[in-house]
């Protein structure tokens, strides 16, 4: 299947998954089976649209609220607990349904304690539930806690995944709690106690992406256990490649932009073992399919679409934007990485969250580097600080500490700084200005 045919299939995917339809599935399997056995690569897309529509609508379905209940039972969660004024929220899952449990009191406090992956004994009432975890995470309904009980360990993975993230964050308690806050944002994306003043510098600045872990982490992740992959033959490079990409999506907690990362590089190192390299347009193309297919209600989600579209605007339009620029090699193509990302996602941003900054490219261009050093930094030496002496901890972590303050100096200087907002018309306008300097650019001689 050729590159384009593959994109197409994407586009198609998505399309189907974001207008859910009752379709039987058998039948999308079945026209998805018929042209891939024909080679009809055309209508490949056609058969993905069937198919994802109708997984969308069985996915959707299953989350349809069937009234108040008493539910009783092991809890398995599956999102971290966080703290939210009075209130402790977790994501659990009792048999197959998910619940978005709130406990309130003693119940908030033993609840709070729980990580992801943890089992514990629920019970609570259901109620309506309708926020952006209902297709992120599959929450059914809301679950009142009225107890929780007795506990019980995570499988092996999970136990691995929250070691790691129990020794980073140990090793950075020398930090402050804002910093802290931060820093373990930018190295296995844990937000949940990020000052709101902050994260609002952030996001004016339009530097949040920095703080949800993304396809830089999962490279910085491969780079660290290169030495180890090295050792290997073929075959043991792959498997334990793939074994460390599953430990830190879990670490992550599978977030929509882990997901799609930790599948184009499974996509990468596949075809390396297989002994050729796959284009990274692809590996995008395929991640997105292959994810559609399995959840559907990926491509409901903002962080999966901001995931995607700044991926594809660095494959797709970085080499063009490059091509404009004049200047040195190290500032035109970090720059050219940036603006491409920025105008794929900027028609998300902008109907969703409405006006952005155009500081934003300037800010993520002094912020970018530092954020790659802390990223780095925390997933080596962070790791040394957790298991060290607290003095030790403070040497390794002097640095984190000056880049932190580095990251959050830039943030709050871009959200102060005059705005320059650019809303839906401007943004159209921009889009047919860049399309009218295309054509006339590349128009032949003599042409009228």
Same mark, same amino acid.
């Given at each position: ?6 994109? $197409? ?200 992406? &920095? ?16 030495? $180890?992959?090295?050792?290997?033959? +073929?075959?043991? +490079? ?52 292959? %994810? ?13 679409? &901001? ?9 797709? %339009? ?24 920025? &105008? ?13 900054? %155009? ?90």
């Amino acid at each position: 299947m050729s590159t384009a045919h593959l994109w $197409l299939a994407a586009a198609a995917a998505f399309a189907g998954a974001v207008t859910p339809a009752g379709v039987p599935v058998w039948v999308g399997v079945a026209m998805l089976l018929a042209t891939l056995a024909t080679r009809q690569h055309m209508l490949v897309a056609v058969a993905l649209l069937v198919l994802c529509s109708g997984l969308a609508h069985r996915a959707w379905s299953g989350l349809d609220y069937l009234g108040q209940a008493e539910v009783a039972g092991e809890a398995r969660v599956v999102v971290d607990p966080e703290r939210q004024g009075r209130q402790t929220t977790a994501v659990v899952k009792i048999g197959d349904t998910r619940y978005l449990a709130s406990a309130y009191g003693a119940n908030a406090t033993r609840l709070l304690r729980l990580e992801a992956g943890d089992g514990v004994q629920l019970s609570g009432t259901t109620k309506p539930y309708s926020g952006y975890r209902r297709a992120a995470n599959h929450v059914a309904a809301r679950l009142v806690v009225t107890s929780v009980g007795d506990t019980s360990a995570p499988n092996a993975l999970y136990l691995a995944a929250n070691a790691v993230r129990s020794t980073l964050s140990g090793g950075a308690d020398v930090l402050s709690p804002d910093r802290k806050a931060l820093f373990t944002g930018l190295v296995y994306g844990d937000d949940r106690n990020q000052p709101p003043l902050v994260a609002a510098d952030f996001r004016t600045a339009g530097l949040t992406h &920095l703080l949800a872990v993304s396809g830089q982490n999962v490279a910085y992740v491969l780079m660290l256990a290169a030495p $180890l992959l090295l050792q290997l033959d +073929r075959h043991g +490079r792959w498997l334990v490649s793939l074994a460390v990409l599953l430990l830190f999506a879990t670490i992550t907690r599978f977030e929509p932009s882990v997901l799609r990362a930790t599948v184009m590089a499974a996509l990468a190192v596949t075809g390396r073992m297989r002994g050729h390299e796959t284009p990274s347009g692809r590996m995008l193309a395929g991640s997105v399919v292959a %994810l559609l297919v399995v959840d559907p209600l990926l491509a409901s989600t903002v962080a999966f679409q &901001l995931s995607v579209a700044a991926s594809a605007g660095i494959v797709g %339009l970085q080499p063009l934007v490059a091509a404009q620029l004049r200047g040195p090699r190290w500032v035109v193509e970090p720059l050219a990485v940036t603006v491409a990302a920025q &105008l794929a996602v900027a028609p998300i941003l902008v109907t969703t969250f409405g006006p952005i900054s %155009l500081v934003s490219i300037p800010a993520n261009m002094v912020a970018g580097p530092i954020a790659g050093g802390v990223m780095a930094w925390g997933m080596t030496a962070g790791l040394v600080a957790g298991i060290g002496p607290d003095w030790l901890a403070e040497v390794i972590h002097a640095p984190t500490n000056l880049a932190v303050m580095l990251l959050e100096t830039i943030a709050w200087v871009a959200a102060s700084a005059p705005m320059a907002p650019v809303g839906v018309r401007w943004l159209a306008l921009a889009l047919v200005a860049a399309a009218l300097f295309k054509v006339t650019r590349h128009r032949p001689t003599g042409a009228l």
